[in-house]
C-alpha cells in the first residue's frame, strides 16, 4: 500500500511540474523567421540620437563592438544618447540580452531598450534596465497633440530582473497598441495603448556600463 501511495504522489509530482508556467523565451520558442541585427564595427544601419535631440552630440562615442565575444558595449561615460537601429518597423517581437558591469559600492544602474520611437526620440517607449529595478516600460506617448509621460513601474508584476554582472534577456512584443515585456522569460509587464503604430528599436546610453548581445528582430506584419 505504502508503494502505491509513493508511486501516486511521484506521478502527480511529475504532472505538476509539467504543468508550470514556461519560463521560455521567445527566441526559443519560435525559432523561425529571425533577422540578426547586432552591429558591425562600421555601425551600419545604426545611427547614434542624443536625448534629448536638440543637445549637441559628443564626438566621442560610448558604443563599441567586442567582436571576440559578440557583445556590443555601451561604455557609459558620455552624455545621455540613444542607439538606434535604422529600419522602422510596426508589428515585431525584439529579443536582446544584456548585462550591467558590476561596480562596488551603493550604484545605480541605468538603461533602457527602446521600442517604436519615432526617429528624434520624441515619442518613446522603454523597457527600464536597472539592478532589481527594471523590467517595466515607461515613456512618451502622444495623445491629443500632446507627449504625456507614462510609467507602468506601480504595476511590475514581479522583479525578474538578475544582479549586475549577470546576464539577462529581454523579449518584446509589440503587436498593434500593445506592447509586452518579458524578462528572463517571465512576463513583467504590458502596455495597452500604444499610439506610434511604426518605430524604431534601440539601446541607451546613460552613466552605466553595459553590453549587449544576441539582439534579433522578427517582423509580424
Not at 4 to 26: E, M
Not at 39 to 54: E, H, L, N, Q
Request: proline share 5%; aromatic share 10%; hydrophobic share 40%.
Amino acid at each position: 500500500m505504502k508503494q502505491k501511495i509513493l508511486l501516486a504522489s511521484l506521478v502527480f509530482v511529475i504532472i505538476g511540474i509539467a504543468f508550470l508556467p514556461s519560463k521560455q523565451n521567445t527566441l526559443s520558442a519560435e525559432s523561425s523567421g529571425w533577422v540578426d541585427i547586432m552591429p558591425t564595427s562600421a555601425f551600419k544601419r545604426w545611427t547614434r540620437v542624443t536625448i534629448p535631440p536638440d543637445r549637441p552630440m559628443p564626438k566621442k562615442s560610448q558604443w563599441s563592438i567586442d567582436a571576440a565575444n559578440g557583445a556590443l558595449i555601451c561604455a557609459g561615460d558620455g552624455g545621455h544618447e540613444w542607439l538606434r537601429y535604422d529600419r522602422e518597423l510596426g508589428d515585431f517581437l525584439f529579443h536582446v540580452e544584456w548585462r550591467l558591469t558590476k561596480r562596488a559600492g551603493n550604484v545605480k544602474y541605468n538603461s533602457g531598450v527602446f521600442v517604436r520611437n519615432n526617429a528624434q526620440g520624441l515619442i518613446w517607449y522603454q523597457a527600464q534596465v536597472g539592478n532589481a529595478g527594471g523590467g517595466y516600460f515607461f515613456g512618451q506617448n502622444p495623445e491629443n497633440g500632446l507627449l504625456p509621460r507614462f510609467s507602468l513601474r506601480s504595476t511590475l508584476t514581479q522583479q525578474a530582473v538578475r544582479p549586475a554582472g549577470e546576464w539577462n534577456t529581454y523579449d518584446i512584443r509589440c503587436q498593434g497598441k500593445k506592447l509586452i515585456l518579458r524578462v528572463n522569460g517571465v512576463k513583467t509587464s504590458e502596455f495597452d495603448d500604444c499610439n506610434n503604430p511604426r518605430g524604431y528599436v534601440g539601446l541607451e546610453a546613460e552613466g552605466s556600463r553595459i553590453e549587449f548581445r544576441h539582439m534579433r528582430i522578427k517582423v509580424l506584419d
